[in-house]
């Protein structure tokens, strides 16, 4: 049996709200796997892992567990069925960055052809985790897509597995909790225990009952050295955002613009530890679980099905006709983003799809009431951000701390004039990191101007010396030929 405590969180979140939580429409005791679809759509660019280059060709043969992608980060993503490479093209792509990339199409054979990479035998070290992490194509499965062996320098103390899950509507991490709850501590222990952590933290909000009483009999049952600290939340949104978690978990505040892991802190998502479980088993990540829910679905619930599926797949195993639906959120109500093409494939990050029709009021204006600024977890004032931004002075809305803001969206649900401060913040967020690129685009210039004008000085300098080195040799050779010529005459 491990060693462990349940304890209730002491501290509480500042601002935040309590939205109807609408989990009980998508949870189910089981989670069904879906048959494959006709195709499979990878994304070359936008797999997650950055931008990518293709590995395969068109008319190649895959396995399932193939490379077909490789990532600027190192990240490979593999094919998740086996089947031929049919095309690469421009396709529709489910990103909030962009409509269509360059993509690869796999028709997928029905075979079970698998080219898995060997077990690892425990023990192993770090940097070779980090390698399977890499070939394992292993990322952060809670939409955030970062990957995930950037995290794992030495000298962490902390491990959080973030199972707050705080979004309505989302039920994915409950399900992986729930039902593969093994794979999600032994994944945790041997990334810990390879990185000499010795506490593994399980944030969990108090509304899951039965993913509690899941992983307290996992722990039972597991052998692991670590010591696992299950910390219930209060249930109030967003309790799940990193910097949160961990000052609710361990009272650690992460500065402004750094991130947990600069505090000594590995923050996880529970589906990207059970995927790193199957890693080292061999396995890279083929599937995932994706919560279909919402009022529009006939049948919502949890599925598992291969990455690279189109979305009309999914919404079909809801027993729901994809026509019948104008468009779909990915990513849940709060942070999601709106698709109306359902042949995009899914991704690694892809968590969520929520179909529902919502009459959005019309946009009046601000009335000063201040509601934003008091759920705000942030402590920003939202009204004067968006001022700021409607008036084109992205700034003074930096000034105000838009920086800080971490997109959460708990300002949009209080204001009673409807305006969309998030996405006004997620917009003005993009210019200011493309203000920031640019910065530093011209602060390498200037650097490299300056490194060359240095260059030119230097060389300048030394032909100055050689030439003074020169004219001083010759001198003396002329002055010694001169008192030569005295002597002979
Ligand atoms: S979206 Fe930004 S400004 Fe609005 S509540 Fe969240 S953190 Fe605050
Ligand atoms: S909640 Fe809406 S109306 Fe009230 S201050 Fe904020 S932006 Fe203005």
Redesign the pocket.
């Known amino acids: 049996m491990a060693d462990y405590q349940i304890r209730r969180c002491e501290r509480q979140l500042e601002?935040g709200i309590h939205p109807e939580t609408q989990k009980a429409l998508s949870t189910t005791d089981s989670c069904i796997f879906v048959g494959d679809p006709k195709r499979l759509v990878f994304p070359i660019h936008f797999s997650g892992g950055g931008p990518g280059e293709a590995l395969v060709a068109v008319a190649d043969i895959v396995s399932q567990g193939t490379p077909i992608i490789k990532c600027q980060s190192g990240i490979t993503h593999v094919a998740s069925r086996a089947g031929k490479v049919i095309d690469i093209i421009d396709h529709e792509i489910a990103h909030p960055a962009a409509t269509k990339s360059a993509s690869i199409i796999i028709e997928p054979s029905g075979l079970e052809d698998q080219n898995y990479l060997d077990p690892l035998v425990w023990p192993f070290d770090a940097d070779t985790l980090r390698n399977r992490a890499i070939e394992a194509g292993i990322l952060g499965l809670g939409g955030a897509g970062f990957p995930s062996f950037k995290k794992w320098s030495e000298g962490m103390q902390t491990l959080i597995i973030n199972g707050a899950e705080c979004q309505p509507y989302l039920t994915t991490d409950d399900t992986l909790m729930r039902i593969d709850t093994h794979s999600m501590i032994r994944g945790a222990s041997m990334l810990s225990q390879s990185l000499d952590i010795k506490t593994i933290i399980i944030g969990i909000e108090d509304n899951k009952p039965e993913v509690l009483e899941a992983i307290e009999s996992a722990l039972k049952e597991s052998c692991s050295d670590c010591f696992f600290d299950v910390v219930l939340l209060d249930t109030k949104y967003?309790s799940g955002s990193e910097r949160h978690l961990v000052w609710l978990t361990l009272g650690i505040e992460v500065p402004t613009g750094s991130h947990a892991v600069e505090s000594g802190v590995i923050v996880h998502n529970p589906g990207t530890l059970a995927a790193l479980s199957r890693a080292i088993d061999g396995k890279p990540i083929t599937d995932r679980i994706v919560t279909l829910t919402g009022e529009a679905l006939a049948a919502p619930q949890n599925i598992v099905v291969p990455i690279g599926a189109p979305i009309s797949h999914l919404i079909e195993a809801t027993d729901t006709n994809p026509e019948s639906l104008t468009s779909i959120t990915i990513g849940g109500p709060m942070m999601g983003y709106s698709v109306t093409n359902f042949t995009a494939g899914i991704t690694k990050t892809t968590n969520c799809l929520l179909a529902r029709e919502v009459d959005i009021p019309p946009e009046s204006p601000c009335i000063r009431c201040g509601a934003?600024a008091t759920?705000?977890?942030?402590?920003?004032q939202?009204q004067q951000?968006v001022f700021a931004l409607k008036g084109g002075s992205l700034d003074r809305a930096i000034h105000e701390?838009l920086t800080?803001?971490?997109?959460?969206?708990?300002?949009?649900a209080v204001c009673p004039s409807h305006i969309p401060?998030?996405e006004w913040?997620r917009l003005g967020r993009f210019e200011a990191r493309d203000k920031a690129n640019d910065q530093r685009l011209a602060a390498k210039a200037r650097e490299r101007f300056e490194a060359r004008n240095m260059r030119l000085k230097r060389i300048s300098l030394e032909k100055e010396a050689k030439r003074a080195v020169r004219q001083a040799k010759t001198a003396d050779a002329l002055e010694k030929a001169r008192k030569a010529r005295k002597e002979s005459a």
């Open positions: 601002g967003p934003c759920v705000c977890p942030v402590r920003l939202p951000m701390g800080d803001c971490i997109e959460c969206a708990a300002c949009n401060l998030a913040f």
